[in-house]
């Protein structure tokens, strides 16, 4: 990614959020309910076709027990991965 490239940043931002939630073993369901939001609302913001205001990255990084500069840190992967997580089989 540009590092000027403004839509580049907001997918990143996005996919960081989705990092962290997942990360504390939070479904999008789970954390929307959390916010108050719909899970659409939040899928739109973690994909990053959502925009952020300074205001939605504070209240999103409180939520997440996170700086906000925390959300600007790169993902950890770029690849948006859309719809519910595989499920695993007991052995």
């Given at each position: 990614m540009?590092p000027?490239d ?7 931002i996005?996919r960081?959020?989705?990092e ?5 073993g939070?479904t999008?369901e789970?954390?929307?309910d959390?916010l108050?939001v ?6 739109r913001?973690?994909r990053?076709?959502q925009?952020?205001?300074v205001?939605r ?16 840190a790169?993902?950890r992967s770029r690849?948006v991965r859309?719809?519910?997580p595989?499920k695993?089989?007991?052995?």
């Open positions: 540009r000027d403004p839509d580049g940043l907001v997918r990143d996005g960081q959020v989705a962290l939630r997942a990360a504390r939070w999008q789970q954390f929307a959390r108050g719909t899970p659409g609302y939040l899928g913001l973690e990053g076709s925009s952020f205001t205001h990255l504070a209240w999103l990084a409180r939520a997440l027990h996170v700086r906000v500069v925390d959300l600007f790169p993902p690849d859309i719809g519910r595989s695993t089989r007991s052995p």
